[in-house]
Protein backbone atom coordinates (compact mmCIF):
# COMPACT_ATOMS: atom_id res chain seq x y z
CA UNK A 1 0.00 0.00 0.00
CA UNK A 2 1.55 3.37 -1.15
CA UNK A 3 0.53 6.54 0.84
CA UNK A 4 -0.28 9.47 -0.74
CA UNK A 5 -0.38 11.79 2.20
CA UNK A 6 -0.20 11.31 6.12
CA UNK A 7 -1.04 13.71 9.16
CA UNK A 8 0.75 13.16 12.61
CA UNK A 9 -0.70 14.92 15.88
CA UNK A 10 -3.76 16.95 14.43
CA UNK A 11 -4.83 18.94 17.69
CA UNK A 12 -7.77 21.68 17.03
CA UNK A 13 -9.93 23.41 19.74
CA UNK A 14 -13.22 24.94 18.36
CA UNK A 15 -14.39 27.88 21.37
CA UNK A 16 -12.15 25.81 23.93
CA UNK A 17 -13.27 22.56 23.51
CA UNK A 18 -11.39 20.49 22.28
CA UNK A 19 -12.37 18.80 18.99
CA UNK A 20 -10.10 16.79 17.20
CA UNK A 21 -6.42 14.54 18.42
CA UNK A 22 -5.58 12.36 15.91
CA UNK A 23 -1.73 10.59 16.42
CA UNK A 24 -2.04 9.66 12.77
CA UNK A 25 -3.98 9.52 9.22
CA UNK A 26 -2.63 7.89 6.15
CA UNK A 27 -4.36 8.28 3.36
CA UNK A 28 -3.34 5.63 0.82
CA UNK A 29 -2.98 5.99 -2.97
CA UNK A 30 -5.75 5.05 -5.43
CA UNK A 31 -8.04 3.92 -2.77
CA UNK A 32 -11.50 4.87 -0.82
CA UNK A 33 -11.09 5.37 2.91
CA UNK A 34 -14.91 5.57 4.56
CA UNK A 35 -14.93 7.34 7.72
CA UNK A 36 -17.96 7.41 10.23
CA UNK A 37 -18.49 8.99 12.98
CA UNK A 38 -21.72 10.33 14.65
CA UNK A 39 -22.94 13.88 14.45
CA UNK A 40 -20.67 16.67 15.96
CA UNK A 41 -17.57 14.03 15.63
CA UNK A 42 -15.67 16.41 13.71
CA UNK A 43 -15.65 14.52 10.51
CA UNK A 44 -16.08 18.08 8.17
CA UNK A 45 -13.72 19.80 10.54
CA UNK A 46 -10.95 16.93 9.63
CA UNK A 47 -11.90 17.19 6.25
CA UNK A 48 -10.99 21.06 6.27
CA UNK A 49 -7.99 21.13 7.84
CA UNK A 50 -6.83 18.41 5.37
CA UNK A 51 -7.95 20.34 2.49
CA UNK A 52 -6.75 23.48 3.99
CA UNK A 53 -9.59 25.68 4.99
CA UNK A 54 -9.03 25.03 8.67
CA UNK A 55 -5.64 25.91 10.35
CA UNK A 56 -5.28 23.55 13.20
CA UNK A 57 -3.70 24.27 16.52
CA UNK A 58 -1.24 21.66 15.08
CA UNK A 59 -0.12 19.09 12.75
CA UNK A 60 2.99 17.87 10.76
CA UNK A 61 1.71 16.90 7.15
CA UNK A 62 4.11 14.65 5.44
CA UNK A 63 3.37 14.50 1.53
CA UNK A 64 5.73 14.12 -1.78
CA UNK A 65 8.78 13.68 0.40
CA UNK A 66 8.52 16.79 2.55
CA UNK A 67 7.37 17.13 6.06
CA UNK A 68 5.74 20.07 7.07
CA UNK A 69 3.36 22.34 9.36
CA UNK A 70 -0.03 23.07 7.91
CA UNK A 71 0.77 26.45 6.79
CA UNK A 72 3.61 25.35 4.90
CA UNK A 73 1.34 22.10 3.48
CA UNK A 74 -1.16 24.46 2.86
CA UNK A 75 -0.24 25.39 -1.13
CA UNK A 76 0.40 21.81 -1.96
CA UNK A 77 -3.02 20.12 -0.44
CA UNK A 78 -5.57 23.31 -1.71
CA UNK A 79 -3.87 22.57 -4.98
CA UNK A 80 -4.30 18.51 -4.64
CA UNK A 81 -6.76 17.91 -1.96
CA UNK A 82 -10.68 18.84 -2.95
CA UNK A 83 -13.31 18.78 -0.40
CA UNK A 84 -16.90 18.25 -1.70
CA UNK A 85 -19.25 20.21 0.61
CA UNK A 86 -22.39 17.85 1.60
CA UNK A 87 -24.43 20.55 -0.19
CA UNK A 88 -22.80 21.27 -3.07
CA UNK A 89 -22.75 24.98 -4.00
CA UNK A 90 -24.00 25.58 -7.93
CA UNK A 91 -24.16 29.06 -9.78
CA UNK A 92 -27.24 29.84 -10.90
CA UNK A 93 -26.15 29.61 -14.35
CA UNK A 94 -25.88 26.29 -17.01
CA UNK A 95 -24.50 23.12 -15.65
CA UNK A 96 -21.46 22.83 -17.86
CA UNK A 97 -20.71 27.05 -16.86
CA UNK A 98 -20.97 25.59 -13.46
CA UNK A 99 -17.98 22.97 -14.34
CA UNK A 100 -16.24 25.80 -16.27
CA UNK A 101 -15.76 27.32 -13.69
CA UNK A 102 -12.64 26.38 -12.15
CA UNK A 103 -11.31 26.06 -15.01
CA UNK A 104 -11.71 29.85 -16.01
CA UNK A 105 -10.57 30.37 -12.62
CA UNK A 106 -6.99 28.48 -13.02
CA UNK A 107 -6.76 30.98 -16.74
CA UNK A 108 -7.56 27.81 -19.13
CA UNK A 109 -7.19 28.74 -22.61
CA UNK A 110 -11.47 29.26 -23.30
CA UNK A 111 -11.22 26.42 -26.38
CA UNK A 112 -9.41 23.89 -23.80
CA UNK A 113 -11.55 24.67 -21.13
CA UNK A 114 -14.91 23.66 -23.33
CA UNK A 115 -13.75 20.58 -24.47
CA UNK A 116 -12.49 19.19 -21.13
CA UNK A 117 -16.32 20.52 -19.70
CA UNK A 118 -17.61 18.81 -22.93
CA UNK A 119 -15.39 15.65 -22.06
CA UNK A 120 -16.41 16.20 -18.16
CA UNK A 121 -19.85 15.75 -19.11
CA UNK A 122 -19.84 12.87 -21.26
CA UNK A 123 -17.59 10.75 -18.90
CA UNK A 124 -20.92 12.02 -15.58
CA UNK A 125 -23.41 11.40 -18.58
CA UNK A 126 -24.33 14.79 -17.83
CA UNK A 127 -24.55 16.04 -21.61
CA UNK A 128 -28.11 15.54 -21.41
CA UNK A 129 -27.98 18.28 -18.58
CA UNK A 130 -25.30 20.64 -20.16
CA UNK A 131 -27.48 23.60 -20.35
CA UNK A 132 -29.72 23.26 -18.13
CA UNK A 133 -29.66 25.46 -15.16
CA UNK A 134 -27.74 24.28 -12.62
CA UNK A 135 -30.41 25.24 -9.85
CA UNK A 136 -33.25 23.05 -11.17
CA UNK A 137 -31.26 20.19 -10.67
CA UNK A 138 -32.02 17.00 -8.26
CA UNK A 139 -29.92 17.02 -4.86
CA UNK A 140 -28.27 13.44 -7.02
CA UNK A 141 -27.50 15.12 -9.98
CA UNK A 142 -26.31 18.32 -8.04
CA UNK A 143 -23.84 16.11 -6.62
CA UNK A 144 -22.55 14.20 -9.80
CA UNK A 145 -21.84 18.05 -11.51
CA UNK A 146 -20.01 19.17 -8.13
CA UNK A 147 -18.13 15.38 -8.74
CA UNK A 148 -17.71 16.84 -12.04
CA UNK A 149 -16.93 19.82 -11.29
CA UNK A 150 -13.99 18.54 -9.13
CA UNK A 151 -12.52 15.79 -11.27
CA UNK A 152 -11.73 18.66 -14.06
CA UNK A 153 -9.27 20.08 -11.38
CA UNK A 154 -7.80 16.68 -11.26
CA UNK A 155 -7.32 16.28 -7.64
CA UNK A 156 -5.21 13.92 -6.11
CA UNK A 157 -7.43 13.12 -3.12
CA UNK A 158 -11.34 13.90 -3.23
CA UNK A 159 -12.63 14.63 0.29
CA UNK A 160 -16.65 14.05 0.06
CA UNK A 161 -18.57 15.11 3.19
CA UNK A 162 -21.97 12.63 3.45
CA UNK A 163 -22.21 12.23 0.13
CA UNK A 164 -25.43 10.22 -0.23
CA UNK A 165 -26.85 11.68 2.94
CA UNK A 166 -29.98 13.00 1.18
CA UNK A 167 -30.31 10.87 -1.89
CA UNK A 168 -32.96 8.36 -2.68
CA UNK A 169 -31.34 4.84 -3.99
CA UNK A 170 -30.99 5.69 -7.66
CA UNK A 171 -28.97 8.82 -7.27
CA UNK A 172 -26.91 6.96 -4.63
CA UNK A 173 -26.20 4.11 -7.20
CA UNK A 174 -24.82 6.74 -9.75
CA UNK A 175 -22.81 8.36 -7.47
CA UNK A 176 -20.71 5.22 -6.28
CA UNK A 177 -20.35 4.56 -10.09
CA UNK A 178 -18.90 7.75 -10.56
CA UNK A 179 -16.73 7.36 -7.42
CA UNK A 180 -15.72 3.86 -8.78
CA UNK A 181 -14.79 5.46 -11.95
CA UNK A 182 -12.75 7.85 -10.14
CA UNK A 183 -11.06 5.53 -8.29
CA UNK A 184 -9.93 3.71 -11.42
CA UNK A 185 -8.54 6.40 -12.78
CA UNK A 186 -5.93 6.67 -9.86
CA UNK A 187 -7.83 9.53 -7.60
CA UNK A 188 -7.60 8.51 -3.77
CA UNK A 189 -11.19 9.13 -2.21
CA UNK A 190 -12.17 10.14 1.56
CA UNK A 191 -15.54 9.80 2.43
CA UNK A 192 -17.29 10.80 5.73
CA UNK A 193 -20.85 9.02 7.06
CA UNK A 194 -22.51 9.17 10.12
CA UNK A 195 -24.23 5.69 8.88
CA UNK A 196 -22.42 2.87 8.13
CA UNK A 197 -23.22 1.12 4.99
CA UNK A 198 -23.31 3.86 2.49
CA UNK A 199 -21.28 3.35 -0.36
CA UNK A 200 -18.86 0.96 1.66
CA UNK A 201 -18.68 -1.62 -1.06
CA UNK A 202 -16.19 0.89 -2.30
CA UNK A 203 -14.46 1.66 0.51
CA UNK A 204 -10.81 -0.54 0.74
CA UNK A 205 -10.26 0.86 4.92
CA UNK A 206 -12.90 1.93 7.40
CA UNK A 207 -11.71 4.89 9.87
CA UNK A 208 -14.20 5.64 12.75
CA UNK A 209 -13.93 9.17 14.54
CA UNK A 210 -15.27 9.16 18.27
CA UNK A 211 -14.04 11.71 20.94
CA UNK A 212 -11.43 13.47 18.19
CA UNK A 213 -9.75 9.93 17.93
CA UNK A 214 -9.66 8.15 14.60
CA UNK A 215 -9.66 4.33 14.60
CA UNK A 216 -9.68 1.87 12.17
CA UNK A 217 -12.01 -0.61 11.96
CA UNK A 218 -12.79 -3.81 9.77
CA UNK A 219 -14.60 -3.58 6.90
CA UNK A 220 -17.13 -6.18 6.36
CA UNK A 221 -16.40 -6.94 2.87
CA UNK A 222 -12.70 -6.34 2.95
CA UNK A 223 -10.48 -7.91 6.17
CA UNK A 224 -7.44 -7.68 5.04
CA UNK A 225 -6.55 -4.06 4.84
CA UNK A 226 -6.48 -3.71 8.65
CA UNK A 227 -4.27 -1.62 10.72
CA UNK A 228 -5.02 -0.22 13.99
CA UNK A 229 -3.96 3.75 14.24
CA UNK A 230 -4.14 4.75 17.58
CA UNK A 231 -3.44 0.67 19.68
CA UNK A 232 -3.49 2.69 22.77
CA UNK A 233 -7.49 2.68 22.73
CA UNK A 234 -7.21 -0.87 22.28
CA UNK A 235 -5.17 -1.55 24.92
CA UNK A 236 -7.42 -0.64 28.17
N1 LIG B 1 -16.66 27.27 14.33
C1 LIG B 1 -16.91 26.48 15.39
N2 LIG B 1 -16.85 26.97 16.65
C2 LIG B 1 -17.09 26.18 17.71
N3 LIG B 1 -17.39 24.88 17.62
C3 LIG B 1 -17.49 24.34 16.40
C4 LIG B 1 -17.25 25.11 15.21
N4 LIG B 1 -17.40 24.30 14.14
C5 LIG B 1 -17.71 23.08 14.63
N5 LIG B 1 -17.77 23.10 15.98
C6 LIG B 1 -18.05 21.96 16.87
O1 LIG B 1 -17.09 20.97 16.57
C7 LIG B 1 -17.65 19.67 16.69
C8 LIG B 1 -17.41 18.91 15.40
O2 LIG B 1 -18.18 19.48 14.35
P1 LIG B 1 -18.15 18.91 12.88
O3 LIG B 1 -16.74 18.82 12.44
O4 LIG B 1 -19.07 19.73 12.05
O5 LIG B 1 -18.73 17.43 13.09
P2 LIG B 1 -19.40 16.42 12.02
O6 LIG B 1 -19.04 16.89 10.65
O7 LIG B 1 -18.83 15.07 12.37
O8 LIG B 1 -20.88 16.46 12.26
C9 LIG B 1 -19.12 19.88 17.05
O9 LIG B 1 -19.25 19.75 18.42
C10 LIG B 1 -19.38 21.31 16.59
O10 LIG B 1 -20.39 21.87 17.38
MG1 LIG C 1 -20.20 17.37 9.03
Keep these: M ?3 IQFN ?8 KPILNIEKLIIPSHQCTLMTG ?13 SGLLKPDHTTVEYQGLTMDW ?17 PY ?19 NKSVAHNKVMQALDWANLSHLAHRSAKQ ?10 LTRARILSPRLLLLDEPT ?15 QRLKTEGVSIM ?22 VLTSLELKSNTDNVTVLNPSRHTK
Design 90 to 108: LFDASVAENIAYGLHRNGE
Design 38 to 50: RNGSGKTTLFKIM
Design 165 to 179: ASMDIEAKKQTSELL
Design 137 to 146: LSGGEKQRVA
Design 191 to 212: ISSHETHTVDHIADHHLHLEEG
Design 2 to 4: NTL
Design 71 to 87: KQAKPYIQKDIIYLHQQ
Design 9 to 16: NIRISLSR
